[in-house]
């Protein structure tokens, strides 16, 4: 067995259903994301020449799943216009609490843009920088905080307010950074000036 079809196996079988999480977030329906991590193992390893390291493999397939979700969002818009003729939603009103939390968040994160999507799922979910996710969608970091505040105004509204950390504040903020005084140097003694 060559070494890129144990990198292969060994992702498959230790880090599938981790990827398959997070492309999840990205398309919002499991047999969706599903799809995308198989196209995505195809794209990575179709040739053999996939890297032999693990950590640098896995990191290529989360890549090629995120540009897989970018690319296919035209094909899916289609769909989404006529999959509601096919089916009717299921009822959600017998769902546990815990379950209703996660249908609204996955409602909510179907409101925002394929790029809007994609970077509340970077920078939120996968834990990244403004900095580290713009490399990873070739953007500029001012537009990647663009798409930050949008989604995050978009998503307030469908969730209520959400917090930003100071990583997502616009350069040019309203928010003012606030310094405690300098403490006072110690008087001298017998009241000497």
């Not at 970077?122 to 969608?137: C, G, I, N």
Request: charge should be positive; include cysteine; aromatic fraction near 6%.
């Amino acid at each position: 067995m060559a070494r890129w079809e144990e990198v292969l196996d060994e992702i498959v079988r230790a880090r599938r259903r981790a990827l398959v999480g997070y492309a999840y977030l990205l398309t919002g329906d499991v047999a969706d994301a599903e799809d995308l991590v198989q196209e995505a193992l195809f794209r990575t390893f179709r040739r053999g020449r996939a890297a032999t390291d693990f950590a640098l493999a896995e990191s290529y397939v989360r890549r090629a799943v995120l540009t897989g979700f970018l690319d296919g969002t035209r094909r899916r818009r289609r769909w989404d216009g006529v999959r509601h003729l096919l089916a009717p939603p299921a009822p959600t009103d017998l769902l546990e609490p815990a379950v209703e939390a996660r249908v609204d968040i996955v409602g909510a994160l179907s409101v925002l843009t394929p790029r809007e999507r994609a970077c509340v799922v970077l920078r939120y979910f996968s834990d990244l920088t403004v900095r580290d996710v713009a490399e990873r969608l070739s953007l500029s970091e001012g537009t990647v905080k663009r798409y930050l505040s949008d989604a995050n105004a978009k998503l307030a509204a469908r969730l209520g307010p959400v917090r930003a950390t100071d990583d997502d504040l616009p350069v040019t903020s309203p928010v003012r950074r606030i310094t405690p005084p300098a403490p006072s140097a110690p008087s001298a003694p017998g009241g000497a000036r």
